[in-house]
């Protein structure tokens, strides 16, 4: 089985709340795969489940053919807050896991950590506390982090809900790059133009089910269900976008 991802039938309750409806998916190596929806619809819950975050009430989640385990490295995932510690320089942000966890050498943590900032652009700015750096700068920072830890699978939770427009673009760019890399995805995102463009399929989730899965064209264009409709409609307002082969 070549899956990355293997999700089947998984539902999620929490008392009388169903969270999760019975959603399946499989995410191959190097595919990108954006989850869009309405405010709690629950893609945050599905990220969480995959991570092994929180319980599962019906069906199976395989990460590389095993049920997810937090911490194994396995997977990454990157929030809309970026988490970083305050009083820690940005190398030693992404290095502490490497130190703690992985038992690396500093020597040899302070090497990836430069290799993975410069990878976001920032190995200019590795002495920087969180403070002095920006706000998509310190998400780049947090996703330097994330990737320190070499994992098969990242799942991004609105990584640009809270950073301004013109910050948010380079975020979009460090994501976009990965993509290219081949790097295997899972995007929860607003900003439906860069879904489209970067994402090899798209799942729109309503009330805890995924109403629509496919590639860019089926989801934005042809947008085969109401809800999708009325959801996208939305964004068109205020978003224009083209989608791949579509340009000019
Ligand atoms: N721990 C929880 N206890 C009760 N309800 C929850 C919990 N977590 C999420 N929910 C509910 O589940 C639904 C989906 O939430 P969430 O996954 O955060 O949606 P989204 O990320 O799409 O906005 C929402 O109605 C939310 O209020
Ligand atoms: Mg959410």
Redesign the pocket.
């Known amino acids: 089985m070549s899956a990355v991802l293997s999700v089947a039938g998984i539902e999620r309750r929490?008392?009388d709340?169903e969270?999760l409806r019975g959603i399946s998916l499989d995410v191959q190596k190097g595919e990108v795969v954006g989850l869009i929806?309405?405010?709690?619809?629950?893609?945050?819950?599905?990220l969480r489940a995959i991570a092994g975050l929180?319980p599962i009430n019906a069906g199976t989640i395989l990460v590389e053919g095993k049920p997810p385990k937090p911490g194994d490295g396995a997977i990454g995932m990157v929030f809309q807050q970026f988490n970083l510690w305050p009083h820690l320089t940005a190398r030693e942000n992404v290095t502490l896991a490497l130190r703690l966890v992985r038992k690396q050498s500093k020597a040899e943590a302070n090497e990836a950590a430069q290799a993975m900032l410069e990878r976001v652009g920032l190995g200019k700015y590795a002495d920087r506390r969180p403070g002095a750096l920006s706000g998509g700068q310190q998400q780049r920072v947090a996703i330097a982090r994330t990737l320190a830890m070499q994992p098969r699978l990242i799942l991004f939770?609105e990584p640009t809900a809270s950073l301004d427009p013109e910050l948010t673009t380079e975020v979009l760019e460090v994501i976009r790059a990965l993509a290219r890399d081949g790097m295997t995805m899972l995007v929860?995102s607003h900003e439906m133009g860069f879904i489209a463009s970067v994402a090899t399929r798209t799942l729109f989730?309503d009330h805890?089910k995924v109403l629509v899965d496919g590639p860019a064209k089926t989801v934005f264009r042809d947008a085969p269900d109401p809800r999708l409709r009325r959801f996208l409609a939305t964004y068109l307002e205020r978003v224009a976008w083209t989608l791949p082969g579509e340009e000019g």
């Open positions: 929490v008392g709340t969270i929806g309405p405010s709690g619809s629950g893609k945050s819950s599905l929180d939770d929860v989730l805890g």
